[in-house]
């Protein structure tokens, strides 16, 4: 199976240019440097969805030129993951039909407090329409492409990365469940976050994350989820080993291989 990715955005919660910074990354001229908060577009076998919708999902449609979707899934419920969903709507009325929305108990806990005007019994005229779709660590179908979630920890929150076909997606994370690591067996293409080279309390580090990529052995790596502190995006890709590379906002990806087996 053919499965695309789009960078929607590939910097960390405050994204690239931080506000007020003067840093050598943050006055970059270098395109490659300016990130938005991190989510992806994923397309296969016709199906279009989002991973994520942060607070730059309104800019990051516009950019791709978006004008549908499929569904959109959630990794977790910190609001540079979330903080955008109330533009769901445009699709809602360009499509007219509710969003299909795939989140763990947990997140749509936190979806229902953020933006209880989308849940409340007497809405509002306009507010966004979602189709609210449980999922845990079981795989799950969207249209005919199946999604394997793969657990990680961010500290001691859990969330969940995913496979779809030889592509596997994880961002916010600095530990892997046991069953991750069996669903990662034979990946294509591994997308990965690696905040900084210094050690984070909830992110992998650069190294770390390097570490990881040779483990898991896949054809390429692309690092996600980068902070300012990570340095400028040519400097830094000079460093890295052969088939890992920094990922930057609006590249496109592709991956072969099947999925797993049920």
Request: with cysteine; hydrophobic share 40%; net charge negative.
């Amino acid at each position: 199976m053919h499965v695309q990715l789009t960078f929607l955005g590939t910097g960390t919660s405050q994204g690239v240019p931080v506000i007020g910074c003067t840093c050598e990354v943050c006055t970059s001229e270098d395109v490659r440097d300016d990130r938005l908060r991190s989510s992806v577009l994923i397309e296969a076998e016709g199906m279009r969805v989002v991973v994520d919708t942060g607070p730059d999902f309104r800019q990051q449609m516009l950019r791709e030129q978006v004008d549908h979707l499929d569904g959109v899934v959630y990794t977790h419920e910190h609001k540079d993951h979330v903080a955008g969903m109330d533009d769901i709507r445009a699709f809602n009325f360009r499509l007219q039909r509710d969003m299909p929305v795939y989140a763990t108990p947990a997140v749509q806990a936190a979806l229902r407090r953020e933006f209880h005007y989308v849940f409340s019994e007497d809405k509002y005229p306009g507010v966004p329409a979602v189709d609210l779709r449980t999922i845990g660590t079981d795989p799950f179908d969207i249209q005919e492409v199946t999604w394997w979630p793969l657990p990680v920890m961010h500290r001691e929150m859990p969330v969940l990365g995913f496979r779809v076909g030889g592509l596997a997606y994880i961002t916010d994370a600095n530990a892997f469940d046991d069953l991750t690591w069996q669903r990662l067996q034979g990946v294509d293409v591994l997308v990965l976050n690696a905040l900084r080279k210094e050690a984070h309390v909830s992110h992998f580090t650069l190294e770390e994350a390097l570490a990881i990529a040779e483990r898991v052995g896949a054809r390429a790596t692309y690092l996600i989820h980068l902070s300012h502190q990570m340095g400028r995006h040519a400097e830094v890709q000079a460093t890295l080993p052969q088939g890992v590379f920094l990922s930057h906002d609006g590249l496109q990806i592709s991956s072969v291989g099947e999925g797993l087996n049920r």
